[in-house]
């Protein structure tokens, strides 16, 4: 489905590179190590990240391989560089700037101030943070959680950056308050996926390692661009291509990476033109089409390749099969290729590939899980491994990948707000106290708790929920509602500013840096997205005297809140093994867990599924029957699309290159062929001259919702790019604010961000830009 209309913009063709990795990558890395002020510094980090001994790379989950000197990207290295800087904000930055000024400044520029250095309160008085001792911070919210008169009245928020420790300690606190509220960034990026692999295979994590990539002979890849979102993702894949594997891409936007990759790593590809091609077939289905193109591949496989069906496998390992059978076959042709976009022969011709192949991997990311029917399409894809037996053997299996580097780990140390009964029963038994038992705030439930003021304080450890979250306008209010916003953060950033009452700003060390305690120097753990559970250790002087690490901020916030009950708080902070002997005694697969960590790599976390155990109610895979939805929105607002007279556009929003997550590098989004400019839109060539627009027209933005808001953006650019007609798509943060609050995904609550319905128009010659006003 390639588009070949040479009306695509000059500025796209001409500055988008051919190929993904090579030189351009090596430099972009250096210029990030000269920008951060510590080029020697980071230079031996760059030697120690992902390495036994090393650090963990504060970037993205993918794990660690064992071949190569040097295991960083682009990316890992931008946020290695973002982290260990020589700038720094302290009592004297915010003595010159109030919350007030900061606000009017750019996400980018906030964070691009450099390291925080002391903590600081916020001064309703003076509108500035001044300093506050570590004592009487701890103690200020000690005093306010005491005060709440429920333990639900305080939002948990945790970021996927926190280590096993200090998620570990966190939850535990938070039960010990007495509250299951544990919002966290999985509830906006991956939460479809743990419920619907939880449903299916009864674990709701990917079954395959990373070993598994090399010996796969079919790599299904839905919804990402590991090009910029996972960079050492595209090392496997390369590796994959070359030892004979497919790849199938099914993605909205064509991304260069997945087309052709030059690795860094290979001397002739680095410095030559050569690269791999990547891709066997590139399909790019309309945004929220690929339930119904995975829903093909089925068809086909029942009607052209029965003989790939595995009735063993069925029979032995599964339940409802003959209800998934029947809509399959009950699911016409039409419908399929009407809501994927894609036409019926390159469906037939990908399923060929799945049918044929003796060991299959699918892969996933946010591309699949931020829509309505998020966790039925994770299911469908379920389904078609489950029907061709495509599980418990090596080189076969279910992948979502993860983003943030420990945000998996986060989720095994218990940071649930719907923890399972076990698990608690277990907590309450081995600590002698009694834990909450029912069912706490997700992020969409925090945001709407705090909004109507029934929260009254957010912790937050890590993240930046701000620019994270959906519907810019509702969410800055909800967080300015709290009473309390105390944020244990790294760098400035919106959700520091969001504050009308009280304050705290709690600066804690990063990856890169020396954590030392009264028992010596320590190593935190995190858990990959293949399940590795491995030590980290910085190399780097802290930024400064007064930062403190997460897990001895979050010991001291419940032992000023608790005291010595029901653990001794401040002696697990000064010797991080006496935690994880508490883990070892309380989570499953941690047994003898510092013994393990000597283990070269660290180890893996046995899948019950991988296995071909199934932890659901019955005991069995699960096959799923659901319909192909009529539509991506709520029934409410596609009555109010219907009205509309003017054309309806679908939009996604995504990461540019020069970001990870809510942090931005730079202005640039090199493999999409866009310089010094964020507030861009991506649209066919097609629709835009239908809409009598010209290439990099400034134009405005409308979003449809049932609550019949407006959301409106104006001032930004139309890029003309390779995308299916009537999609268009965008970056985060700048386009949160089209984001209906209330637009949720079916049993996930994740914002629906990759399926937004907007109206675009030509801009008038006087809108000002979103950033401008």
Same mark, same amino acid.
């Given at each position: 489905?390639?588009?070949?209309?040479?009306?695509?913009?000059?500025?796209?063709?001409?500055?988008?590179?051919?190929?993904?990795?090579?030189?351009?990558?090596?430099?972009?890395?250096?210029?990030?190590?000269?920008?951060?002020?510590?080029?020697?510094?980071?230079?031996?980090?760059?030697?120690?990240?992902?390495?036994?001994?090393?650090?963990?790379?504060?970037?993205?989950?993918?794990?660690?391989?064992?071949?190569?000197?040097?295991?960083?990207?682009?990316?890992?290295?931008?946020?290695?560089?973002?982290?260990?800087?020589?700038?720094?904000?302290?009592?004297?930055?915010?003595?010159?700037?109030?919350?007030?000024?900061?606000?009017?400044?750019?996400?980018?520029?906030?964070?691009?101030?450099?390291?925080?250095?002391?903590?600081?309160?916020?001064?309703?008085?003076?509108?500035?943070?001044?300093?506050?001792?570590?004592?009487?911070?701890?103690?200020?919210?000690?005093?306010?959680?005491?005060?709440?008169?429920?333990?639900?009245?305080?939002?948990?928020?945790?970021?996927?950056?926190?280590?096993?420790?200090?998620?570990?300690?966190?939850?535990?606190?938070?039960?010990?308050?007495?509250?299951?509220?544990?919002?966290?960034?999985?509830?906006?990026?991956?939460?479809?996926?743990?419920?619907?692999?939880?449903?299916?295979?009864?674990?709701?994590?990917?079954?395959?390692?990373?070993?598994?990539?090399?010996?796969?002979?079919?790599?299904?890849?839905?919804?990402?661009?590991?090009?910029?979102?996972?960079?050492?993702?595209?090392?496997?894949?390369?590796?994959?291509?070359?030892?004979?594997?497919?790849?199938?891409?099914?993605?909205?936007?064509?991304?260069?990476?997945?087309?052709?990759?030059?690795?860094?790593?290979?001397?002739?590809?680095?410095?030559?033109?050569?690269?791999?091609?990547?891709?066997?077939?590139?399909?790019?289905?309309?945004?929220?089409?690929?339930?119904?193109?995975?829903?093909?591949?089925?068809?086909?496989?029942?009607?052209?390749?029965?003989?790939?069906?595995?009735?063993?496998?069925?029979?032995?390992?599964?339940?409802?099969?003959?209800?998934?059978?029947?809509?399959?076959?009950?699911?016409?042709?039409?419908?399929?290729?009407?809501?994927?976009?894609?036409?019926?022969?390159?469906?037939?011709?990908?399923?060929?590939?799945?049918?044929?192949?003796?060991?299959?991997?699918?892969?996933?990311?946010?591309?699949?899980?931020?829509?309505?029917?998020?966790?039925?399409?994770?299911?469908?894809?379920?389904?078609?491994?489950?029907?061709?037996?495509?599980?418990?053997?090596?080189?076969?299996?279910?992948?979502?990948?993860?983003?943030?580097?420990?945000?998996?780990?986060?989720?095994?140390?218990?940071?649930?707000?719907?923890?399972?009964?076990?698990?608690?029963?277990?907590?309450?038994?081995?600590?002698?106290?009694?834990?909450?038992?029912?069912?706490?705030?997700?992020?969409?439930?925090?945001?709407?708790?705090?909004?109507?003021?029934?929260?009254?304080?957010?912790?937050? !450890?890590?993240?930046?929920? &701000?620019?994270?979250?959906?519907? +810019?306008?509702?969410?800055?209010?909800?967080? @300015? %509602? $709290?009473? #309390?916003?105390?944020?244990?953060?790294?760098?400035?950033?919106?959700?520091?500013?969001?504050?009308?009452?009280?304050?705290?700003?709690?600066?804690?060390?990063?990856?890169?840096?020396?954590?030392?305690?009264?028992?010596?120097?320590?190593?935190?753990?995190?858990?990959?997205?293949?399940?590795?559970?491995?030590?980290?250790?910085?190399?780097?002087?802290?930024?400064?005297?007064?930062?403190?690490?997460?897990?001895?901020?979050?010991?001291?916030?419940?032992?000023?809140?608790?005291?010595?009950?029901?653990?001794?708080?401040?002696?697990?902070?000064?010797?991080?093994?006496?935690?994880?002997?508490?883990?070892?005694?309380?989570?499953?697969?941690?047994?003898?867990?510092?013994?393990?960590?000597?283990?070269?790599?660290?180890?893996? !976390?046995?899948?019950?599924? &991988?296995?071909?155990?199934?932890? +659901?109610?019955?005991?069995?895979?699960?096959? @799923? %029957? $659901?319909? #192909?939805?009529?539509?991506?929105?709520?029934?409410?607002?596609?009555?109010?699309?219907?009205?509309?007279?003017?054309?309806?556009?679908?939009?996604?929003?995504?990461?540019?290159?020069?970001?990870?997550?809510?942090?931005?590098?730079?202005?640039?989004?090199?493999?999409?062929?866009?310089?010094?400019?964020?507030?861009?839109?991506?649209?066919?060539?097609?629709?835009?001259?239908?809409?009598?627009?010209?290439?990099?027209?400034?134009?405005?933005?409308?979003?449809?919702?049932?609550?019949?808001?407006?959301?409106?953006?104006?001032?930004?650019?139309?890029?003309?790019?390779?995308?299916?007609?009537?999609?268009?798509?965008?970056?985060?943060?700048?386009?949160?604010?089209?984001?209906?609050?209330?637009?949720?995904?079916?049993?996930?609550?994740?914002?629906?961000?990759?399926?937004?319905?907007?109206?675009?128009?030509?801009?008038?010659?006087?809108?000002?830009?979103?950033?401008?006003?």
């Amino acid at each position: 489905m390639k588009n070949n209309d040479s009306a695509l913009n000059k500025n796209t063709k001409d500055n988008k590179p051919n190929k993904a990795g090579g030189m351009p990558s090596v430099t972009s890395t250096f210029k990030q190590l000269v920008q951060s002020k510590r080029v020697k510094s980071n230079i031996k980090n760059l030697l120690r990240v992902n390495k036994a001994g090393g650090f963990d790379c504060p970037g993205c989950a993918w794990g660690d391989s064992r071949e190569g000197m040097l295991h960083f990207c682009e990316n890992g290295a931008k946020a290695i560089a973002w982290e260990s800087t020589e700038q720094t904000v302290g009592p004297a930055f915010f003595k010159k700037f109030s919350v007030k000024k900061l606000k009017k400044q750019s996400d980018y520029w906030l964070e691009y101030q450099g390291r925080i250095t002391h903590p600081m309160r916020y001064s309703k008085t003076s509108g500035h943070y001044e300093e506050i001792s570590w004592h009487d911070a701890f103690q200020l919210i000690a005093d306010k959680l005491n005060s709440l008169t429920s333990p639900n009245e305080v939002e948990f928020y945790t970021s996927g950056r926190a280590s096993n420790e200090a998620s570990y300690l966190y939850q535990l606190f938070g039960r010990c308050f007495g509250t299951n509220n544990f919002p966290d960034c999985s509830n906006m990026c991956h939460e479809a996926s743990g419920i619907a692999l939880s449903q299916s295979v009864g674990v709701g994590k990917g079954t395959v390692v990373l070993d598994d990539f090399y010996v796969a002979d079919a790599i299904f890849v839905f919804g990402q661009n590991p090009g910029t979102n996972h960079p050492r993702m595209m090392n496997a894949l390369r590796k994959a291509v070359k030892g004979g594997c497919k790849i199938v891409t099914v993605n909205n936007l064509r991304e260069v990476a997945l087309e052709k990759f030059a690795s860094p790593q290979s001397p002739m590809e680095l410095l030559t033109s050569k690269s791999v091609d990547i891709s066997h077939l590139y399909l790019m289905p309309k945004l929220g089409g690929d339930m119904a193109f995975i829903r093909g591949i089925a068809k086909t496989i029942f009607e052209r390749y029965p003989n790939s069906i595995s009735a063993d496998f069925i029979q032995t390992h599964t339940q409802g099969f003959e209800d998934y059978a029947r809509e399959v076959k009950q699911t016409p042709w039409v419908n399929i290729v009407e809501q994927s976009g894609i036409d019926q022969a390159q469906i037939m011709q990908a399923a060929n590939v799945f049918a044929h192949s003796k060991r299959v991997i699918t892969t996933w990311a946010m591309g699949l899980t931020q829509h309505k029917h998020s966790v039925a399409t994770i299911r469908e894809i379920s389904n078609i491994h489950l029907l061709t037996g495509q599980l418990g053997q090596a080189g076969a299996g279910l992948c979502p990948v993860r983003g943030h580097s420990n945000v998996q780990g986060n989720r095994t140390m218990g940071i649930n707000e719907k923890p399972n009964k076990g698990m608690l029963d277990k907590f309450s038994q081995f600590f002698d106290h009694a834990m909450p038992q029912e069912s706490g705030h997700n992020v969409f439930s925090a945001l709407k708790a705090l909004d109507n003021k029934e929260s009254k304080v957010l912790i937050a !450890l890590g993240g930046n929920l &701000a620019a994270a979250a959906p519907d +810019t306008k509702f969410t800055h209010q909800a967080i @300015s %509602n $709290a009473e #309390l916003n105390v944020q244990i953060s790294t760098k400035l950033n919106r959700t520091h500013l969001l504050v009308e009452d009280d304050a705290l700003i709690l600066p804690c060390l990063g990856r890169t840096e020396v954590d030392e305690q009264s028992a010596g120097k320590q190593n935190i753990t995190v858990e990959d997205t293949f399940s590795m559970v491995h030590a980290s250790a910085g190399n780097t002087p802290p930024i400064s005297a007064m930062c403190m690490s997460e897990t001895a901020i979050v010991a001291n916030i419940a032992f000023s809140t608790l005291g010595n009950k029901p653990v001794n708080w401040l002696e697990l902070a000064s010797d991080y093994d006496g935690i994880r002997d508490l883990i070892a005694n309380t989570i499953d697969g941690f047994a003898n867990f510092n013994e393990k960590l000597s283990q070269p790599g660290g180890f893996h !976390l046995a899948n019950s599924a &991988a296995e071909l155990q199934w932890n +659901t109610a019955n005991r069995r895979a699960n096959f @799923s %029957n $659901a319909t #192909l939805p009529l539509s991506l929105f709520s029934d409410e607002t596609e009555a109010l699309l219907q009205e509309k007279k003017v054309p309806i556009f679908t939009l996604q929003t995504m990461r540019s290159h020069d970001q990870y997550n809510t942090t931005i590098y730079g202005m640039d989004d090199r493999y999409r062929g866009v310089k010094g400019d964020r507030e861009v839109l991506f649209m066919h060539p097609k629709d835009g001259k239908k809409l009598g627009l010209q290439d990099m027209d400034s134009i405005n933005i409308t979003s449809i919702w049932e609550d019949k808001q407006e959301r409106k953006l104006v001032g930004f650019t139309v890029h003309f790019y390779d995308i299916p007609r009537g999609n268009v798509a965008g970056y985060y943060p700048e386009l949160n604010p089209l984001v209906a609050f209330d637009s949720v995904g079916c049993e996930s609550f994740t914002p629906t961000s990759k399926s937004v319905p907007v109206v675009i128009e030509k801009a008038t010659e006087h809108a000002i830009p979103v950033s401008q006003k």
